[in-house]
């Protein structure tokens, strides 16, 4: 059964930094694209940015220039280094990922709070 664990969020002041990481585990065939969504108290769930498995990357503009989407293809691991902090990035971020596995398709992460004091 494939698994996405997240880790790295928490509480910090404006203009600070966070590292996200998302660990996928089980029988895993290949990762296809990668990505960060989040959702924040009364809004939709919208996407942050995401990384093809040759590294492509796009990113929401909201976060563009302050955000960096990675991954570790060995390790079945996607990353986002979240820069220069603003309060409005507050919200619970999600990993998601194309599997192919077992049962082919996107799987979600349990997501993670991250809380950005002003």
């Known amino acids: 059964q494939v698994q996405l664990v997240e880790s790295g969020g928490g509480l910090v002041q404006a203009g600070g930094s966070l590292r996200l990481s998302c660990a996928a585990s089980g029988t895993i065939r290949r990762i296809n694209d990668m990505g960060w969504y989040r959702q924040a108290p009364g809004k939709q769930r919208e996407l942050v940015a995401s990384?093809?498995?040759?590294?492509?990357?796009n990113y929401a503009d909201s976060v563009k220039g302050r955000f960096i989407i990675s991954r570790d293809n060995f390790k079945n691991t996607v990353y986002l280094q979240m820069n220069s902090l603003k309060f409005e990035d507050t919200a619970v971020y999600y990993c998601?990922?194309?599997?192919?596995?077992?049962?082919?398709?996107?799987?979600w992460g349990q997501g993670t709070q991250v809380t950005v004091s002003s």
């Open positions: 998601l990922a194309d599997i192919v596995a077992g049962t082919t398709g996107g799987y």
């Open positions: 990384i093809t498995s040759g590294g492509s990357t």
